[in-house]
């Protein structure tokens, strides 16, 4: 029997049925990936800053207004982050991403709310107490489908990964243990574990990591500073490093000293003392040559020639050329990098192409599969 030629629609040397698209949730997704994933979306710095800024303080207000608790707000911004890491801001209002954002937290945490209470809340921040409406008038009935609708947007941009964390419980252990004054430096602490989540920090870090900032920087604000902490004793036991803590310290200052009014702890000092800190940290960074982001593999691919990865590695890459169909999208600019990955390797959309997305939580897994199934889909010329 002739050998099978290729199909006209057969792509890199690839035959058969689509090998289907695999995400692999990333439940920390470091600065270089975030760089990677603005750039995709075609969003400059001031303006991603005003929206993330303005979709935080939303759901902020909206959950205090619904009596939610701080769990709800952990989960609900961490997917609203996320979200618009895959989705560019023009594509849905922030008000819109929010809002689902949230909705889907008060499913995942178990504190259940109708999405026509959430839009009812929102909209009766803007009124007074006699003019509040009903989450049942008429007004909510299209907003509450469409947040239904982006509903699923919102879990397949974040892997349907629903491991989350949530710092403030330890942040107390760890005040508690160090023995610093609850009313003050301890209630400021916990105000700056909830001003971290208006920074990407959330993403990048660990549960530890972002408790013993927040400490430390509470203190140093107070003129309470824990020696402990600046020092780094302890870090092994939490799993954390300085360079880390360093980096979660940076990224509140940077919130703090750029964006004051739109947090809660930075009103409340001056701007000097922010600065001040930050000048004290820089010059230890400089000292132990800290760098501003860890976990970043650039440098490293520069001298290796290494390629850069968070999630499925594929050593091909580089050798089958992505289709423009499915490497770029209608505007010209690549795939977000935590777009969904074909079992070839291959990144796109999956409503670029035929075939099913399908959302796993095990990377190795999902390496394993593309190895055993890659064969399948190669292509083999008689000479």
Known sequence: MAPVEPSPDSENGHI???????????????????????????????????????????IDNVRKALQLPVRTYNTAVVYYHKFRLVHADNEYGFFDAAAAALFTACKIEDTLKKSKEILCAAYNLKLSQAEHVSSDDAMFEGPSKNIIGLERLVLEASGFDFRNRYPQKLLLKLAKYYQVDREIVGKTAYNMSLDLYRTFAPLKQTTPTMAIACVELAGRVLESSIQELEAGKGYKKWHTTRPEVMETLLDLLDLYTNHRASTIVGQDHSLETFLAI?????????ANNYPRYTNNPRKKSLTNSVKPTNGISDTDDSKSPISPRDGHQKDGRPPSAMAPTTALGNKGRAGLRDGTVRFMLDAERAREEKTIVAPYFSVRRRV
């Open 16 to 58: 058969g049925p689509h090998p289907s698209f695999i995400q692999v949730a990333q439940p920390y997704v470091f600065e270089y990936k975030l760089q990677e994933c603005m750039t995709a979306t075609g969003v400059n710095e001031a303006k991603e800053d005003n929206i993330r800024l303005q979709g935080v303080v939303w």
């Open 278 to 286: 930050r000048i004290a940290l820089n010059r230890e960074a400089s």
